[in-house]
């Protein structure tokens, strides 16, 4: 398995406090691979099956490779979880790179804050909603799927807050990064770089 290295760097939000931007840079080696969530997305892959983690990627394909009206298809399609024939050559192709190396599922880790307890964020993948994640106590895992080779946004939208906006941080195995004082409705941006 190649070096692969997710570089997360901060684009400019809007109303928030800068920090150093060197402190804006998350990167994803080898070391943060899943290697259980990669072996079950590969199998469901195989078996002509999607989950919440492959549909954020496909519809990042299906962006890129269709249109019109089979672009509207394989949106549908996506939100029921279903694979359908504008889909399959997409799925295949995904499969593909699993089998190869060029994709697999990586672990971001988001930082523990007792100060920040209640605060959360909404998360957007390449506009694709990822969820809704509280900032807590307790460190804990966001797994995606990506390529290498890849430039993804990653938009992070304060919902709830606490002492002045919600602070968002974010570790791997070789570096950490974050954004802060994310009020209501405010938002930053980070590119994911697959690499």
Do not use: C
């Not at 998360?123 to 890849?150: C, D, H, K, M, S």
């Amino acid at each position: 398995m190649g070096f692969a290295a997710i570089v997360i760097m901060l684009i400019s939000g809007r109303g928030f406090d800068d920090i150093n931007p060197a402190n804006k840079i998350l990167e994803i080696t080898d070391q943060d691979r899943d290697p259980e969530t990669t072996l079950i997305t590969k199998n469901l892959l195989k078996q002509n099956q999607i989950d919440p983690r492959i549909s954020v990627t496909l519809w990042n394909d299906a962006q890129q490779q269709l249109t019109g009206t089979t672009l509207e298809e394989a949106e549908q399609a996506l939100r029921q979880g279903q694979v359908n024939s504008a889909l399959q050559p997409l799925v295949k192709k995904l499969a593909d790179d699993f089998d190869t190396g060029q994709a697999a599922a990586f672990t971001i880790w988001v930082l523990d804050d007792e100060q920040q307890k209640g605060a959360s964020v909404d998360l957007q993948l390449n506009g694709a909603l990822l969820g809704r994640f509280a900032i807590e106590p307790n460190r804990y895992a966001i797994t995606l799927v990506q390529r290498t080779g890849t430039t993804s946004r990653l938009q992070i939208t304060g919902v709830g807050e606490t002492r002045g906006g919600a602070v968002f941080r974010a570790e791997t195995a070789t570096s950490e990064t974050e954004t802060r004082h994310l009020h209501t409705a405010r938002f930053d941006s980070w590119q994911l770089i697959v690499k």
